[in-house]
């Protein structure tokens, strides 16, 4: 049978499973990708774990996100990093170097290779036709010391591109065109490759836009195929010995179809507070903006900057405008110095931060209350920006930077002005110095982590009790984020490293009298929480599940949840069920008690759970794989692998010497 490039990735990495869509899966990880939000948890996972040395074909420590020193605690985590990246034989990318997904394609992406990462956008590695999928922490940690990545098989969505895209419009329109027509979750479950003849007129760095924000809909992973245009970027990087030819069979299939005419798009908008409320740019011309930001792995090359520059050469940003320029690796930094063009951004009066998330994540570049931010970020869910009321609009550079401009928003195609032709300079060398690779095996085992009094280490969890007795602490909406269930940010995200501490910010933008309540329940019982669809899209960070977790959450009841929250649950031993009437929902209130009883032994035998209230009787089913129940039955997966360990140590039979 011919096979498209997403099933000879998966064929070519599967360890066991696979087959029917939605079957169980396991595949092997060729390379890892973490960044500080996340990697101080994998690190501390690493250190339960005792591993002596990281397994993979290469794993790199990113530190991208919190770069906003305020205090000591950044700094210091930094500190921890480094020397985890010492011990265990990681590469460690210094503060400022540059956004992981970005910097990764730069230097270590390699066509057909599987690449795991504690970043929910690791998917934009599949622009360089990479099996990049996102995950938890914890997840990332199995990887590197070894072990396979735990999935189900996804089924393929086809997306065929012809022509080529008109002038002012960009690859962002092309994936806000995806989201306009599929949704947030219309990915899910899915793989979303990329053919046809306009692959031919998109970039590397255009194809990474497009993967970067199919996780937005949920997918989990987008893929492109390698060709002249992957071979031509790897060249200009100085790594054409890593291109090889990855293409779609004749006559292969897919799942699902979708057909986009590249030629047809127009300027793109998602209006607040989702990436799926998307519009024509033209819809809402017109509305004032106090902020226009540029920058993000959703727009990292240096075309999206260069774009920029040109639009407001020799014009000048009007008063009650930001224009933010956030560079997103030290190489694209380098190459608008070198031409020009920043001094060009700088010269209309945009501020100029460092390379990194930044904004993006909330750690800096918050906008006023009332006043609109225009930014080519991925992502626009409440409160992501760093202000709780934002009213955050995503679009691609050409129509933040005519709007930024005009101090509205505005179409690029009415700014009358010629479309600025663009020649990207030559890549300037890297500087190898700061990237430190692992250390020889011998100098490693002599490290010792760095630990600040802010970094903690994992706290116990108890296992799964036979009997549960929970109060309902929270009802949640349809697609709740990760953001809303434990915020990003400058306030919070310093104290990722202590989980004890960051606990204290769970669920705060739906209920400030959450963690009060929690703690005043206590674990024992702990207590439960019910949502509607898709509940945990957006990032991987698994503070969402570990910190509720801590505070006594021990069972989700949702209509669905996003696939990476849900393994992150699964993780940290609490338990994900999903309502088998819908109408259920509507029956539990907050305060309601479940009861359920012989918990363990159903789990085991039987997909389906039955919850009872004083009103009502609730059946509800787990979908867990035989390896996940033990996971939640062991309390989570770092006891689940600690007793694997100690039952490998009390088996082994030494050999006597001779």
């Known amino acids: 049978m011919a096979m498209n490039v997403a099933q000879k990735l998966i064929k070519s990495h599967c360890v066991s499973g696979g087959g029917d869509v939605g079957a169980p899966l396991m595949l092997r990880i060729d390379q890892t990708l973490t960044q500080d939000a996340t990697g101080t948890l994998a690190m501390l996972t690493l250190e339960a774990l005792q591993l002596d040395r990281a397994k993979t074909e290469v794993s790199v420590q990113y530190v991208d996100h919190n770069l906003l020193q305020i205090d000591n605690l950044n700094a210091e985590d930094h500190l921890f990093l480094e020397s985890a990246c010492q011990r265990f034989g990681i590469w460690y990318s210094r503060p400022g170097n540059g956004i992981s997904h970005v910097v990764h394609m730069e230097r270590f992406g390699r066509p057909g290779a599987s690449l795991l990462g504690s970043d929910s956008h690791t998917p934009a590695a599949g622009a360089l036709c990479m099996l990049a999928i996102g995950a938890g922490g914890l997840d990332v940690a199995l990887a590197i010391a070894g072990e396979p990545y735990s999935t189900t098989t996804p089924a393929i969505f086809g997306v065929e591109l012809s022509g080529s895209l008109p002038e002012w419009v960009s690859a962002k329109d092309v994936i806000l065109e995806m989201l306009r027509r599929h949704g947030v979750a219309g990915g899910v479950g899915r793989i979303i490759e990329y053919h046809g003849d306009g692959l031919r007129n998109l970039t590397a760095w255009d194809r990474h836009v497009i993967a970067n924000m199919g996780a937005e809909l949920g997918a989990t992973t987008s893929i492109f195929p390698s060709d002249s245009v992957t071979r031509a970027f790897l060249e200009a990087q100085g790594r054409g010995q890593d291109w090889r030819e990855l293409a779609a069979e004749p006559g292969c299939g897919y799942h699902q179809h979708d057909y986009i005419d590249l030629s047809k798009l127009e300027p793109l908008i998602a209006k607040p507070s989702s990436p799926g409320k998307v519009v024509a740019v033209r819809e809402v011309q017109g509305e004032e903006i106090a902020q226009a930001y540029i920058g993000s792995s959703a727009n990292p090359g240096w075309r999206d ?19 933010d320029i956030n560079p997103t690796s030290r190489q694209v930094l380098e190459m608008l110095i070198s031409d020009g063009r920043l001094g060009a951004l700088v010269a209309a009066g945009a501020r100029v931060h460092q390379t990194g998330c930044n904004g993006c994540i909330g750690m800096g570049q918050a906008p006023a209350i009332g006043r609109n931010s225009l930014r080519t970020t991925p992502r626009n869910f409440p409160g992501r920006s760093g202000t709780e009321e934002d009213s955050v609009f995503l679009c691609s550079p050409e129509t933040a930077a005519a709007s930024a401009l005009v101090g509205k928003i505005t ?82 995200l310093p104290y990722r490293s202590n989980l004890q501490k960051i606990a204290d910010f769970s669920f705060e933008r739906i209920d400030p009298s959450y963690v009060d309540h929690a703690r005043a329940i206590g674990q024992p019982p702990g207590h439960a929480v019910i949502a509607g669809e898709n509940y945990g899209q957006g990032s991987s960070r698994e503070h969402a599940a570990a910190a509720p977790r801590y505070l006594g959450l021990r069972m989700v009841i949702a209509k669905s949840f996003a696939r990476i929250h849900r393994q992150n649950l699964i993780n940290y031993g609490i338990l994900p069920l999903v309502f088998i009437n819908e109408g259920d929902y509507d029956r539990l209130a907050v305060g309601d008690t479940l009861r359920v009883e012989d918990l363990r032994k159903t789990l085991a035998n039987s997909d389906r759970i039955l919850l009872r209230s004083a009103n009502a009787a609730i059946e509800a089913h787990h979908d867990l794989t035989p390896d996940q129940v033990k996971v939640i039955l062991a309390g989570g997966v770092v006891n689940f692998r600690r007793s694997n360990m100690n039952e490998e140590r009390e088996g082994a039979v030494l050999t006597p010497a001779i």
Do not use: C, W
């Not at 900057?305 to 000048?316: H, L, S, T, Y």
């Not at 009007?318 to 224009?323: A, D, N, R, Y």
């Not at 982590?449 to 949640?476: C, E, Q, R, W, Y």
């Open 305 to 323: 900057f260069a774009i920029a520059a040109e639009i407001v050469r020799d014009r000048m940003v009007p008063p009650g405008v930001s224009l």
């Open 411 to 492: 179409d690029p195609r009415t700014l009358g002005i010629t479309y600025p032709p663009l020649r990207q300079p030559a890549i300037p060398p890297s500087s190898a110095s700061l990237y430190e690779p692992p250390l020889a095996i011998e100098q490693a085992r002599k490290v010792a982590l760095v630990k600040g009094a802010n970094i903690t280490s994992l706290p116990h969890f108890d296992p799964l009790p036979d009997a549960l007795t929970l109060p309902v602490l929270l009802k949640m909406r349809d697609d709740v984020s990760t953001d809303e269930i434990l915020p990003a940010g400058a306030k919070a």
